[in-house]
């Protein structure tokens, strides 16, 4: 059977020198030594089966898998840029994607063909970002700018800035693999000469996905609008911020990511038509292997996309030529024609999850229907399905997104065949009729939006149920081959391979109860770790006790002043939403134990309801004053609804988690005035942690200082988070004199409106001897006591760090 798969086993060969080669480049010594363990690896089968896996098979693929590592290699070396790190320098170029408008910008790739009037020795990729400075500018950019249009005028080129903070995404890294080196901006539409795009094939696919996506709104609530015209025609950026965050927490984005599923449904669909229309087999498959290509195209051609025309295409050619093929070597195929146009795919995360799903699907989806032998056939097949696929993705989904609801795989045996069976053709019916004539759609659109929303609405609040839903860290390489190798001996079980007794049932129990287990339960280190997480012009801190985790503050977005309607963004910057819960859910914490809102202040919560619509907060600290804002009385309202313990901070409170483990409330004062001043009522904490101590001030300034000072409740501290963002209003002489603080940790935002920190602040901790760490400069700074030892690190290591 193996020889006869001779494409997939090139394809797996072909995949180790791929990843071999992307650690090489990275690590010498790491990749060679990885190389050389799969090549052992690669001549095993010589000495286990030799019946199955020949000499002549084997040497085939060892030749696939060194050509893997060298092809990778290859790619890498050209994959440079010969544009400057830095310049304003006149361009000239093409759009090469399609333009995404949001608020007072928008954004696109360009290429570049030119800079000041001098051809480049070959035209390269740039992320740019155009702004608008007036509603004119927008409107004007929306009618002319499109995929293929040709653009000059001035830009700012600049190299991508790597991740500020623990875990976060690797922005750098993917426009590397999308072959892109540079950032640009450009200030004014108005700067800009422009040319009408050329019409070509793909300037008409992207322009046809447009205009389909401009009926789609027009015919459906905006809601569903958003969610059909990425689901149907790959126009994911239309999609509402919070329903794809829904969908994402239930592990539902493969519904609104063209996929194989919605391949094989518009195949059904095409074939069906056809055949109804009295058009024989032969002309129905031609018709739908000439249609595929022209859809992929047009819906963005995503990586899951093109695999499934490239297997779907060989499908149909072998039902033309009267041939089946198998199904192994038609997805060994697809990998080898997709890694030979680009190597880099091996990075792409839907690439990975298509391809392992359907390896799944082939693997899990035959026996377990053999040994599920009750009920209908389509409800089996639904089964086998949702069980393959969730066995199959639950390792990739956890180790890339961290976050696990096992409600997922009900909600998607519910779920998908709701939307396959009725949302999507109806829908499609509806966007053919109503790109006649848009009343011609109304009835059927009308349909869908009845039906959608209150599922939708549905979705929303189960996806408020944290009880099925957990964060886990990514699991090591070790915990990875054990899952697998579990899979394997779980497939040679349902193959009939290896006896059913009792010896087998315990290993097919006990072993996947382990690994859980090991996600679940770990031991408890004598250690705290404190992140000074970089969120901007703001505070965010992470306190992990080996019992507790606790957040003070959660930043905010910037304060945008006379903004206009038009210049909103879709999804204004959160730094909650984009920082704090992706580095929570990154170390596996699902909920909070206590979070604290030091003051007021948009900088210090305004990311706070996000965080409580979307985290378990099990109780919160204030300052006791009451609310005065709109973001305020937000929180407010949401710590009611939800039921959260709120408990007022006063002077002199103090509670131990454990042996080691103390802090103290040392401001605000225990009589509060209303009308005072938010700043000065800032939660101010003390910890003491195994031997070390931490200030925490929050927003306090001088007054509240020589307070603490006169009162004595303060004294030398091992690591002061700087009050105020280095603000010349807070950190007096004498308080630095008294704290004498090893280590300065100042909150700020890249060139801020504010200045901050002061250079007077900065001066006044050198002078004392103090280490600084700035996030503005040095990114997120990590301080961890273990065993009475103090270190700490930060995410940039440049000389202006310190």
């Not at 480049?120 to 002319?144: G, H, I, P």
């Not at 229309?277 to 002309?283: A, F």
């Not at 290896?498 to 250690?527: D, H, Q, R």
């Not at 409330?665 to 942690?689: F, K, Q, T």
Request: hydrophobic content about 45%; some cysteine; aromatic content about 10%.
């Amino acid at each position: 059977m193996v020889r006869q798969r001779t494409l997939l086993i090139c394809s797996l060969y072909m995949l180790g020198g791929l990843v071999c080669a992307s650690q090489f480049v990275h690590s010498v010594r790491a990749g060679l030594g990885l190389l050389l363990l799969t090549i052992v690896l690669g001549i095993l089968p010589l000495w286990l089966q030799k019946e199955v896996f020949s000499r002549s098979l084997v040497l085939v693929g060892l030749a696939c898998l060194c050509t893997g590592f060298m092809y990778y290699i290859w790619t890498e070396q050209r994959n440079t840029s010969v544009l400057p790190e830095a310049a304003n320098a006149a361009f000239t170029g093409r759009i090469e994607s399609p333009v995404v408008f949001d608020g007072n910008r928008c954004k696109f790739t360009l290429r570049i063909n030119s800079l000041e009037d001098k051809e480049l020795l070959r035209s390269e990729k740039v992320q740019a970002t155009l702004y608008f400075r007036d509603k004119a500018s927008r409107n004007e950019a929306e009618k002319v700018l499109g995929y293929g249009t040709e653009l000059a005028g001035p830009i700012e080129l600049m190299i991508p800035s790597s991740p500020t903070n623990p875990e976060s995404f690797d922005y750098p890294a993917y426009l590397h693999w999308q072959r892109i080196h540079r950032l640009g901006k450009i200030m004014d539409m108005r700067s800009l000469s422009y040319r009408e795009a050329k019409l070509n094939f793909t300037v008409a696919m992207m322009s046809s996905q447009r205009w389909l996506a401009d009926r789609v709104s027009s015919l459906f609530a905006p809601e569903a609008a958003g969610l059909l015209s990425g689901m149907l025609l790959g126009a994911v950026d239309d999609i509402d911020p919070d329903t794809y965050a829904t969908f994402s927490s239930l592990g539902l984005t493969h519904i609104v990511a063209i996929s194989g599923q919605h391949i094989a449904l518009l195949s059904a669909g095409v074939l069906y038509v056809l055949r109804l229309c009295g058009v024989t087999k032969r002309r129905a498959y031609i018709t739908l292997a000439l249609f595929l290509p022209l859809y992929v195209i047009m819906s963005g051609s995503s990586a899951s996309a093109v695999r499934a025309l490239i297997m779907g295409e060989f499908v149909l050619l072998a039902l033309i030529v009267g041939r089946l093929k198998d199904g192994w070597n038609l997805l060994g195929a697809a990998f080898l024609l997709m890694i030979g146009y680009d190597p880099y795919y091996i990075h792409n995360v839907g690439f990975q999850l298509s391809y392992l799903v359907t390896f799944g699907l082939l693997v899990f989806v035959p026996p377990i229907m053999n040994k599920c032998t009750a009920g209908s056939l389509a409800i089996r097949s639904l089964i086998a399905v949702t069980i393959a696929a969730t066995l199959v993705s639950f390792p990739l989904t956890i180790y890339y997104f961290h976050v696990y609801s096992f409600l997922s795989p009900m909600i998607n045996f519910l779920f998908v065949p709701f939307v396959s069976i009725l949302i999507a053709p109806l829908s499609v019916v509806s966007i053919i009729l109503g790109s006649v004539h848009p009343a011609l759609g109304f009835l059927t659109s009308k349909i869908v939006d009845i039906l959608l929303l209150p599922a939708l609405r549905l979705l929303r609040i189960i996806e408020q149920d944290y009880s099925l839903r957990f964060a886990f860290e990514s699991p090591s390489l070790w915990w990875m081959l054990g899952y697998f190798g579990w899979l394997i001996f779980l497939t040679a079980w349902l193959y009939d391979r290896i006896t059913f007794n009792w010896k087998t049932k315990t290993c097919l129990v006990l072993f996947p109860a382990l690994l859980f287990g090991m996600l679940f339960f770990s031991w408890l280190k004598k250690e705290v770790v404190v992140t000074f997480l970089d969120v901007g012009q703001g505070d965010a801190i992470v306190i992990e006790t080996p019992g507790r985790t606790v957040l003070i503050d959660g930043g905010g977005s910037p304060l945008l002043f006379g903004e206009q309607a038009w210049e909103r963004r879709r999804e204004p910057f959160n730094p909650v939403k984009s920082t704090v819960i992706p580095f929570l859910h990154a170390k596996g914490i699902s909920s909070l134990d206590l979070v604290v809102m030091t003051h007021g202040d948009s900088d210090h919560i305004g990311g706070i309801s996000y965080l409580l619509e979307h985290m378990p907060v099990r109780q919160v600290m204030v300052n006791g004053l009451p609310a005065r804002t709109e973001i305020e009385k937000k929180v407010n309202e949401l710590l009611h609804y939800k039921r959260i313990p709120i408990l007022k901070a006063k002077q002199g409170q103090v509670w131990s988690e454990e042996p080691g483990i103390v802090w103290r409330v040392l401001n605000p004062v225990r009589v509060l005035s209303p009308e005072g001043e938010d700043n000065a009522y800032s939660v101010v904490l003390w910890l003491e942690a195994y031997g070390s101590t931490f200030l925490f001030t929050g927003d306090l300034e001088q007054e509240g200082e020589m307070r603490l000072l006169h009162e004595k409740a303060v004294g030398t501290v091992d690591v002061l988070k700087v009050g105020h963002h280095g603000s010349r209003t807070s950190t007096s002489k004498p308080w630095v004199e008294a704290l004498s603080p090893k280590l300065s940790v100042i909150s700020a935002g890249k060139k801020n409106r504010y200045g901050h920190p002061h250079r007077e602040v900065i001066e006044r901790l050198e002078t004392n001897g103090s280490i600084i760490l700035r996030t503005d400069r040095c990114g997120a700074a990590v301080v961890r006591v273990r065993e009475g030892a103090l270190t700490y690190k930060t995410m940039e290591s440049n000389a202006g760090c310190k």
